[in-house]
């Protein structure tokens, strides 16, 4: 590949002189050759994906003028510092790049995104409509959705089983069953509320309602504190104030062996959750169930997002046209897209899969054989798609982090912490040159 | 001036040797001598000036400037820096380490100057299996150094609290407010202990065997030829690991932010002054008020060890 890209340019222009003069000669006898096109285009991808090269291998065989060089830059927000850093010093930067949804609109900011409008839209009808909302932006079209991460309820039916727990169908429901098992056993809780976490914090939020960003241009809308996250922040204080719940950090060793060993009854988590679980959770194989995430009203169906990933052309790449074609063939391409599903596990946003009785009849051991998938695709179909994300995430994930851990840990209220995060994002909007409403 | 004075080293041997005293070769010596130790120094100088003279350069730069999401790059003068001096944020960061410093760095290096002084002495049995047990912790990258005392603080599962309940004690809460500043100041300690050991040793070993026979000879106990005549030749070393810790407190980042993984309601974006400037830089896209941040810093660490060697200086004056 550096062979390639170092051959001087006198060179290059020796060859592609001589190319053009054959295809011209050629082209008086045979009319279609097309001579210059097979000129091989070099593309840079940055991905955190597990085995990701095996798509990557499928691409390049559908494309032999087409090579890609497949680089981990990190994941999240380690790869988005990495990102920042390249756009900061103009050099470095990948052509296509792993992006989750929640930070579309932070790299759009920056222009750091190419529109690839004009090649991705006939693709639009293909996905989960909240996915295709997530990335566009009427006809222009920042990245290809990829995979996601609707919401759902993983839960001990052991657990449940032991102590008399009721499957929780509501909010209202969940509280009652929270306090019924804190009662029955005082160091099992119903579930640990991951305040640290802005993610899943957010996914919640999502779903009751909460719409605190608008952006237009430089003007943006900042409503962090009003009456959904008053409803929301009073609701988990009470479980909180009670003891019923726990409040502790997530995705570390003491949280994995709590939902291990049966410390904690659900995890509320998303559509990537339930692979992710048979990761750790060993000594409970078949133990697990999952469920509905539950409701604010009961009749009715709202579900919400957490995590998932797109990936996106950028606009400083060299070669748009085959930015956007790698972007978009390994999002859409039948082969590689159901490879994701059975290789690497990924939760699907293309409807094709999401109604594939494939993917929705297969059975998971670790849930004592349920067909899993079932509860997380009624969850996509549900998801609330009028959903925005600020243009500063990372800022937004890091800070709201930070206020609710903290909060969530006796110092203040959750309530008042939503009030700080209100005049903290204003603060920090001004700062960054947005004309702010609120 | 340089070129002068090797110019007359290097004529002074030739003079002497006053046999062969040919011109070139004298001019080809001095010439030889005046660059040599440039020579030796360039791959130090090249990388001081590319990772340490030209990031700050950079980094002054950069502070300078206002740099928004909307509006793009304007020149800001100092006003990163006015804004610094008067951010809450970053001095409750200082506050968090001054207190860290004053109680972390005494224990710290109290533990490695005993340990250098009875590893020093003749009848210390396995000397280097425990002056290499002292310096394994060191060698223990912190990564894996915050997993470690991330499971024995761990307040459901860690071997203190399972402990505390089998005797029926209440677990002990490490990761608490009150107590993550001495947590965090054991596993510093736990890892430089050695280090600073280390360079006690080596001055220990530098010190002449004379004066320990002429201690012997007078008549002194161990205790008193630990006092008078080892920790006088020492403190050069002391008051360097001193400046070193100084310089280290204030810069705390590893350990604090590996140990945000389990404790985030403690330990937040701003709990020490670097980790704020991280944050800053890496996820709130200010990155010329982290460069200003960081000058700061700068200043505030130069400025207690300036005055820190001012103080002892003065103190060493008035004993002699």
């Known amino acids: 590949m550096t062979e390639v890209l170092s051959v001087n340019k006198r060179d290059m222009d020796r060859r592609h002189f001589l190319k053009v003069a054959g295809a011209s000669i050629a082209a008086a006898a045979i009319p279609a050759v097309p001579a210059v096109a097979e000129e091989t285009v070099n593309l840079v991808l940055w991905s955190w994906l597990p085995d990701f090269q095996a798509q990557v291998d499928l691409f390049e065989k559908a494309h032999p003028n087409i090579k890609v060089k497949l680089i981990n830059s990190g994941q999240g927000p380690a790869e988005y510092t990495n990102l920042r850093a390249g756009l900061k010093a103009r050099s470095g930067l990948p052509d296509v790049c792993h992006v989750e949804f929640q930070v579309v609109r932070s790299f759009k900011q920056l222009n750091a995104l190419a529109d690839i409008g004009k090649w991705a839209n006939s693709y639009k009808s293909e996905f989960a409509e909240w996915s295709w909302n997530q990335v566009s932006d009427g006809d222009k079209v920042y990245a290809m959705p990829w995979d996601s991460g609707p919401i759902g309820m993983l839960y001990r039916n052991d657990v449940f089983e032991k102590h008399g727990i009721s499957l929780p169908k509501t909010w209202d429901e969940f509280a009652e069953q929270a306090i019924k098992l804190h009662e029955a056993a005082p160091d099992t809780y119903l579930t640990n509320a991951v305040f640290n976490d802005g993610g899943w914090v957010n996914s919640l939020l999502w779903q009751a309602g909460w719409r605190p960003f608008e952006v237009n241009g430089t003007e943006i809308s900042i409503q962090v504190n009003g009456a959904v996250p008053k409803k929301f922040a009073a609701y988990w204080q009470d479980l909180l104030d009670r003891k019923a719940v726990e409040a502790k950090p997530g995705f570390v060793a003491e949280w994995y062996t709590s939902l291990d060993q049966g410390r904690y009854a659900t995890w509320l988590t998303a559509g990537w959750g339930p692979v992710f679980l048979t990761s750790f959770a060993k000594t409970s194989s078949g133990k697990w169930r999952a469920a509905a995430i539950p409701q604010w009203e009961s009749g009715k169906f709202v579900s919400a997002n957490w995590g998932g990933s797109t990936l996106a052309a950028l606009a400083a790449s060299q070669h748009p046209k085959e930015a956007a074609e790698l972007a978009i063939w390994l999002t859409t391409n039948k082969e590689a897209t159901t490879l994701y599903t059975t290789k690497q596990f990924l939760f699907p946003v293309l409807n094709d899969l999401l109604n594939s009785p494939e993917f929705a009849n297969k059975p998971f051991e670790l849930y004592g054989g349920q067909q899993v998938n079932q509860i997380f695709i009624e969850s996509a179909k549900n998801v609330d798609p009028s959903f925005q994300w600020s243009p500063f995430q990372d800022y937004v994930n890091s800070t709201m982090g930070d206020e609710l851990a903290a909060a969530a840990s006796g110092k203040g209220t959750l309530a008042e912490a939503f009030d700080r995060l209100q005049n903290t994002f204003v603060q920090y909007a001004q700062d960054q040159g947005f004309t702010v409403k609120t | ?320």
Do not use: C
């Open chain 2, 1 to 320: 001036m340089n070129t002068a004075a090797s110019g007359t080293l290097a004529s002074s041997p030739s003079d002497r040797s006053a046999l062969t005293p040919s011109p070139p070769v004298r001019r080809g010596r001095g010439f030889g001598t005046t660059l040599v130790p440039y020579i030796f120094l360039a791959p130090f100088a090249a990388l001081f000036l590319a990772f340490t003279v030209a990031p700050l350069v950079y980094a002054f730069y950069t502070s300078v400037f206002r740099d928004t999401l909307v509006g793009g790059t304007q020149f800001a003068g100092f006003a990163n820096y006015l804004r610094a001096f008067s951010d809450l944020k970053f001095w409750g960061g200082i506050a968090h380490l001054a207190l860290f410093g004053v109680v972390q760095v005494p224990i710290m290096l109290g533990l490695a100057l005993a340990f250098a002084l009875v590893l020093d002495r003749g009848n210390v049995h396995a000397r280097s299996l425990f002056r290499l047990g002292f310096f394994i912790p060191y060698a223990v990258p912190s990564v894996i150094a915050a997993l470690i005392w991330g499971y024995l603080y761990g307040p459901v599962f860690g071997p203190f609290t399972q402990a505390a309940n089998w005797a029926g004690l209440p677990p002990p809460n490490f990761l608490s407010d009150g107590a993550m500043l001495f947590s965090l100041a054991n596993v510093v300690t736990w890892e430089f202990t050695g280090y600073n050991m280390i360079i006690y040793y080596s001055a220990l070993k530098a010190i002449p065997q004379d004066l320990q026979e002429a201690a012997i000879v007078d008549g002194a106990s161990a205790w008193q030829y630990a006092r008078l005549v080892q920790l006088p030749l020492l403190w050069p070393a002391i008051l360097l690991t001193i400046i070193f810790s100084i310089n280290g407190s204030l810069q705390l980042f590893n350990e604090p932010f590996l140990m945000r993984a389990i404790a985030p309601q403690v330990i937040g974006t701003s709990y020490t002054p670097n980790i704020y400037a991280y944050f800053l830089a890496a996820a709130n896209q200010q990155y010329n008020y982290a460069a200003a941040i960081s000058f700061v810093l700068g200043i505030v660490i130069a400025s207690v060890a300036y005055l820190f060697t001012v103080m002892t200086n003065r103190r060493g004056g008035t004993a002699t």
